[in-house]
């Protein structure tokens, strides 16, 4: 099998979610794995000097208007939460942990804690509902409670910040294809016309 | 015929550039007539807080790389000029300008300074350069040069940077079909979809 589709995603972006709930489709039609990549934008942020995209004037007013018109064309479900953007600290630990210890089921809160903040209207920068939504996909409150403050899963995301970093990934969703990166849900149309042509 | 398709541009925008390449085919196809608004962008990232691209951490390296890669996708004639990005305040006049005085020599220089700056490497900052570019499509050295400096051209440009904010405007190219805005070259398929099916 090919090399796996590199996927880097924050959990409080709203292109993030409505690419994650495509990639899956794609990798399968071209017989590709998915490596999820959980980061943390806003540290990244300070590297690039950046801001949350929403805040922006002008385009901040275009963003939301786009990523609501973007879920309607793809049939996805959405509403722009409550609380926007918010920390994801946790979200991103959570799933840096599961992967350590089943990697499945870490894939199956990801698309949860997708769906708990952009749909459900869950705030997830609380580690309470984190652990609420990560019962619901069968892990223990217990274990992910206690996992979520080790040094080494607090290690895990600083990790994979610098991991993420180092290949120039800057926003989210980042798709990278054979070493191939690109940036945004509205790519998704490239990704495949890379995955079925080997580029251009 | 239904209303005109609304082209906001930069012309030191590489991808105002690809989709200037690319916009009329599709006005064709779908029987719409287009506006070309040439705008500064430097004038409008006063207000958002933005700054060229390519200067960007992390994300000036990927656009460089994508620039390239979009123009090859598309297989259109592309190379990031040595001077970049540039004012482009006398290239904006001249487009404006001639706009009020023949409409489709208008439109032949602004692919002449597109040309001009992203394929010929020529400094489309320079104002000398632009009158030698306008003299190409037949435009009267001495007319574009007189012009360029009256205050109602200067105007021109004014009004249509403050129409550009008003309209929402924050990049190039921004194009906007029956009130509906899309920002980047990488959105002219869903601008082609916008056309082809009145919307969703």
């Known amino acids: ?3 796996p589709i590199e996927f880097y995603f924050d959990f409080t972006s709203p292109y993030g979610y409505l690419a994650s709930t495509r ?12 490596i999820w990549h959980p980061i943390v934008l806003g540290f990244i942020f300070k590297t690039t000097g950046s801001q949350p995209l929403t805040q922006i004037p002008l385009k901040g007013d275009y963003a939301i208007k786009d990523m609501a018109r973007s879920a309607r064309q793809h049939s996805i479900p959405f509403q722009l939460p409550s609380n926007f953007p918010v920390g994801t600290v946790a979200a991103a630990r959570a799933g840096l942990w599961l992967a350590t210890v089943d990697q499945m089921q870490s894939v199956q809160l990801i698309h949860a ?3 708990a903040y952009f749909v ?3 705030d997830i920068s609380n580690s309470d509902n984190v652990v609420t939504v990560a019962s619901s996909v069968g892990v223990k409150p217990d274990e992910i409670t ?3 403050e080790t040094p080494e899963v ?9 991991d ?3 290949k120039g990934v ?7 294809v054979d070493g191939e990166p690109f940036w945004g849900h509205d790519r998704l149309n490239d990704v495949e016309q890379w995955l079925s042509t080997g580029g251009w």
Chains 1, 2 share one sequence.
Do not use: H, N
């Open 1 to 3: 099998m090919a090399d």
């Open 23 to 34: 990639i899956q489709a794609i990798a399968d039609q071209y017989k590709r794995e998915i």
């Open 113 to 115: 804690l997708y769906k």
């Open 120 to 122: 459900d209207d869950i």
């Open 146 to 148: 206690a996992a979520l």
């Open 154 to 162: 607090k290690g895990l995301l600083k990790t994979a910040v610098e």
């Open 164 to 166: 993420a970093v180092a």
């Open 170 to 176: 800057f926003g989210s969703p980042t798709i990278v």
